[in-house]
Every structure is written in C-alpha cells, then in structure tokens.
C-alpha cells in the first residue's frame, strides 16, 4: 500500500505501511499552498529534480532534521554537500539505483536548473525527473519540464502506476501539451502539479481533468493540498 499526499505545487510525499518514505521536491517555506512546515516533515530520503527555489525549497533543512538521504543529479548533490548535508546520493539522467526506501530512474526533463542566492546565479547540473518504485507500485514525477517525445518511450518501457505532471505552463508544460504527454505515458492515474501556486500558473484543474477523460484511458485525480491517494 503506497500513500501519495500532495503538498501544493510540485511537493509530495510517498510512503508505506513499512516505509517513512520520501519527500520529493520540498518547496513549503514561502509554498502559499503548502499545508505542512518543513519541521512536520520525517523522511528517509529527499529527492530533488532542480535548483530552482520552488522545487528545492526546505531540503536542507528537512535533510537534516530527519537525517534522511538526499537524491538528486550529481552537481546539485554535491552543492548539498558543500552546504552541510551528510547523506547525499547523486545520479545522473538514465542511471538508476536501488535503495532501501525503494528504486529510483531519473529520467529528462527539458528546463533549466540553477540556484540563484542573492542574485548570484549557481549552476546544479541538468533538470529530471523521477521514476519511482515501492513494491509493485511505479510513480514518474516529471520535474519541471516541457513536453518532450520520449515520454512515448517511458510509456511502453514502464507500467506507470501515477503520473504526476506539470500543467501551469509559462515555465512548464500547460494542459494542452500534458494532456498530449498522458497520451504517452499511459498512466493509471494522472495529478497535475504545478499550478495555482502563483498568478502566472493558474489554470482550471477540472477543466483539465475533463479533457483528459475524454480523450485517454488514463484517470485524472485532482489534489487539494494535504490531500492524498493510496494505491
Ligand atoms: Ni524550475
Ligand atoms: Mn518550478
């Protein structure tokens, strides 16, 4: 059994009856939407798609208070480092690995990634995505990322069990192309992630979640904040 709750944009925490599980993308300090702090938070592992502040957000510090493992691509593995975690794991695009808490791929996504502190511009590596495994179960969370073909080969490599996708365009795929990125990577279930965080992502979720009924397979499950699914 696998619990999926979201946490306003692209957070969310995945866990099981035997597991603490992971927090992955943990932006809830400065999050308007988020309904947790990041001192409620008790993980073994935080994974982290990009640098950018509303994706990496509190993971130092949730690293830290639950002495979990962060897991994220190589360069912004090793700036946690420099910045004072202990358990850090780096991978890279196409490499996966087994851990305890279960099995993670990172897989592309086309965005930037950087962390920008006090208008200085840090460079951590290339943006991903994440495909993650817990016992029969199979979670892709797509990162920041624009539409891109080879979610076509995710799709017929992997039963996706959970597709959490970004719909808040601007920076990031908008319903449309989501709604074309479901058509390929077929998933059972579809949460959009991603938007009403902010003025410039605002987007009607049920309109969305009507258009892919209509036209895929897939179930489209809209989350409130704090709100979750199991599996
Ligand atoms: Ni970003
Ligand atoms: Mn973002």
């Known amino acids: 059994m696998l619990k999926i709750c979201f946490h306003g944009h692209s957070c969310f925490t995945i ?45 130092i510090e949730i690293a830290k208070n639950s002495d979990a493992l962060i897991v994220a691509p190589f360069e912004l593995a090793v700036f946690c480092q420099q910045r004072g975690v ?13 851990f305890d808490f279960g099995w993670v791929k990172l897989t ?24 993650y495994g817990a016992g029969d179960n199979l979670v ?18 992997h039963d996706i069990d ?18 074309t990125a479901v058509s390929m990577l077929k998933p059972r279930i579809i949460v959009p992630m991603h938007y009403n965080t902010f003025d410039l992502i605002e987007q009607d979720a049920s309109r969305f979640q009507k258009m892919v009924e209509e036209k895929t ?4 499950t809209v989350l409130e ?7």
Request: hydrophobic share 35%; with cysteine.
């Open 217 to 220: 397979n897939s179930i489209c």
């Open 140 to 157: 892709y969370h797509a990162g920041d990322t624009g539409l891109f073909g080879d979610m076509e080969l995710l799709g017929d490599m």
């Open 15 to 59: 866990s099981s009856d035997d597991n603490k599980g992971i927090i992955i993308d943990p932006f809830l300090k400065g999050n308007p939407l988020a309904d947790i702090e990041p001192q409620d938070v008790d993980v073994e592992a935080v994974l982290i798609t990009h640098g950018h502040d509303d994706h990496f957000g509190d993971a």
């Open 225 to 231: 904040p704090g709100g979750h699914l199991m599996l």
């Open 162 to 179: 959970v597709a959490l996708l970004p719909i808040g365009d601007n920076f990031v795929m908008g319903p449309e192309d989501a709604l």
């Open 108 to 131: 592309h996504a086309h965005h930037g990634s950087a962390y920008i502190e006090d208008g200085n511009i840090i460079y951590t590596g290339n943006p991903c995505g994440f495909l």
């Open 86 to 98: 202990e358990k850090v794991h780096g991978m890279h695009i196409g490499g996966s690995h087994e």
